[in-house]
Structures are given as structure tokens and as C-alpha cells.
């Protein structure tokens, strides 16, 4: 089994104590590969990393599905399509009729060599969730890079025309967004009404639900804050936001994530800061050790990174918290 490094020092904050209920959602992240290298990526990912799940940790996921009866794979990366054997996996996860959820960045879409690739996921019903961290093309391009935009626009047209985003069918198209700089991001469902308003009349661009997300202050992110002077600013404002009511509905408390070698984290956030699963543990858990007994109960790793999911309205993979 590959090694990875975990973070050694316990982990000292005044955010409070929470613990894991009931495992619902597996997140698995494929690797660092990526066809883009986002400005706020908070896994530094892009298209010189190597870094990609092995084929036995994936038959691993796919045996954990099997057994655990977990209803929910949420595949993310990188560009999780870019893995060798992406389809493969999600072939096998509808098989078992877990609900997959692929965190796509659209752009990929419309990448040499992926013509088929949205009618595959169509095809296996597979969830799309979506980065669009603005309806504006100057703002999506400069966060994303240069063309991303229109490759975006395109993208999306493409799977409304295979049924995406309509409310009727199992085709679900989420959309993502992300504040440009330090701030926390606008309400959700009035964002998403002016999403949908823009995208409707400039694009005819229809989609299920816009997910909200604060940035995390940790990564790419947090070296850019730094740079700019704007670090503890922006932690201030995440603690000041703070709200006791969200700690119930953190996506940790019912999400496990994996990483491209198979080691498990309370969120995908701690995996990119290599603080390993379960507070008291100072050592890297494995999937092929997972017990989902001990699981259950057991204490959550935060840091203050976590306040990024408290603050206003709260934040996770899914958009604001309910
Ligand atoms: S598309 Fe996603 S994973 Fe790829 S660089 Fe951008 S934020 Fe990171
Ligand atoms: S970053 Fe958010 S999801 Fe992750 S452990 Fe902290 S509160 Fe939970």
C-alpha cells in the first residue's frame, strides 16, 4: 500500500467539538489531473499532475459500495473524467444502483478525445454538478482561465439538449459558485433565480439548483490571501459569520472521502490538508480498513478552515446548508 504523509501536530482551535452520524455519501477524489488550473482550486490540481487512483484502490471503492450499502458515490479530482477508468467505475457503481455524482468542470466536455463523454453520463443517469462560478464571462475567465467560458456555455447547451436540468427526469444539473475574492458568497436562492434568469434569456440554459460555496481558506486560496495581505481579514470574517446552527448539517457528519490512494478523511478539505480521519487517530486510515461501526460517533478533525463551513449561510459540496 502507498504511504501518504499525515499532518502530525494535534490540531489546536476553538472550533467546536463535532462528531460523525450515519455514512450516506462516498466522495471519492480520482487524482490531481485536471484539464484546468483554477486560480481558487483548493487541490491545486492541473494538467502536469500524475497523481491518479490505482486500479486496485478503485476495485477497493467498488467492493466498499457492494458491502457498505452507501447510496451515494461522489467522484470529484482534478478532472475526475480524465482517469482511465472512469467509465469503468461508474458502470459499476449504477450496476449496484448508487446514485453517482460527478463534479465536472464542463470544459472537459468539450475536450479533444471526450465527444461522447455527456452522453455516457447520460446515458448512466449519472448527476451532474458543475462549476460556473459566475454567469459573466469576464469573471468565469478570470478565475478559470482564458475561453473557459464559452467552452462552459457550450458544455451546458450540450446536456440540456440530452435532457439535463429538466425537473422532470433523473438527469440532474447542479451548478456551482464561488465568490471571486474574500468574501462570503450571496444568498443562495436568489443567486440562483439570477442564474437562471441570465443563462434562460442570454443562452436558453436550464439547470436543476445552484449550490453556493464559500471558498476555503486553505491551498491555492489561502497562499493567494496571503500574498495580498488578506489572510486574516478573510478567517476574521469567516469567525465573525460564524453560526452554531450549522455545525448539525456540516457535510462531514455523513460523507467519508477518499483520496486517489485511497486514505480517508472526514472532508475533502482535510484530505488536502492531510488531516487524517477521526481526531484521536494519529495515524492514516485506509479503505481497506474501514469499520463502519467505529465510524459512526466518531469525533470529526477541525482546524480553522471548518469555519469556512459555519459562516452565514453555511457551506458544503451540496451549497449552502439547510
Ligand atoms: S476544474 Fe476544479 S479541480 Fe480542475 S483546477 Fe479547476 S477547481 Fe481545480
Ligand atoms: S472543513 Fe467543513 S466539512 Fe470538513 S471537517 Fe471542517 S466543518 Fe467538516
Redesign the pocket.
Known amino acids: 500500500m502507498a504511504m501518504t504523509t499525515i499532518q502530525q501536530t494535534p490540531v489546536i482551535t476553538d472550533f467546536p467539538s463535532i462528531t460523525r452520524d450515519r455514512l450516506d455519501i462516498l466522495q471519492v477524489n480520482l487524482g490531481y489531473l ?5 486560480r ?4 491545486n ?2 494538467p502536469k499532475r500524475t497523481e491518479i487512483m490505482d486500479p486496485d484502490t478503485l476495485n477497493t471503492v467498488i467492493s466498499f459500495l457492494k458491502e457498505s450499502g452507501v447510496r451515494t458515490l461522489d467522484l470529484t ?3 475526475p473524467e480524465m482517469h482511465p477508468q472512469f467509465r469503468f467505475l461508474v458502470m459499476a457503481a449504477s450496476a449496484l444502483g448508487v446514485t453517482v455524482i460527478d ?1 465536472c ?1 464542463l ?1 472537459i466536455l468539450e475536450e479533444p478525445g471526450q465527444e461522447d463523454l455527456a452522453a455516457f453520463l447520460a446515458d448512466h443517469d449519472v448527476e451532474i454538478t458543475a ?1 460556473l462560478p459566475c454567469y459573466l464571462e469576464d469573471n468565469v475567465n478570470a478565475q ?1 482561465g482564458k475561453g473557459v467560458f464559452n467552452h462552459s456555455i457550450n458544455a451546458l447547451q450540450k446536456l440540456n439538449k440530452l435532457g439535463y436540468g429538466q425537473a422532470h427526469n433523473n438527469r440532474t444539473l447542479n451548478l456551482v459558485f464561488n465568490p471571486q475574492g474574500p468574501t462570503l458568497p450571496p444568498e443562495q436562492s436568489a443567486l440562483e433565480s439570477a442564474y437562471k434568469k441570465h443563462l434562460k434569456e442570454h443562452f436558453n440554459i436550464i439547470f436543476n439548483q445552484l449550490f453556493v460555496v464559500t471558498n476555503m481558506p486553505i491551498n491555492r486560496f489561502r497562499n493567494g490571501l496571503e500574498h495580498q495581505g488578506q489572510l486574516t481579514p478573510y478567517l476574521d470574517l469567516l469567525k465573525a459569520h460564524y453560526r452554531h446552527d450549522n455545525l448539525n448539517s456540516l457535510m462531514c457528519k455523513n460523507t467519508l472521502s477518499v483520496d486517489w490512494q485511497g486514505f480517508l478523511y472526514d472532508c475533502d478539505f482535510n484530505q488536502m490538508l492531510k488531516l487524517p480521519l477521526g481526531a484521536a487517530h494519529q495515524s492514516p486510515c485506509h479503505i481497506t480498513d474501514i469499520n463502519l461501526e467505529a465510524l459512526t460517533q466518531q469525533p470529526i478533525t477541525v482546524d480553522e478552515h471548518c469555519f469556512g463551513c459555519t459562516a452565514g449561510q453555511g457551506s458544503s459540496c451540496g451549497g449552502a446548508l439547510k
Open positions: 485536471c484539464n484546468l488550473s483554477c481558487h482550486c483548493h487541490v490540481a492541473g479530482g482534478g478532472a463534479r468542470n470544459v462549476s478559470r
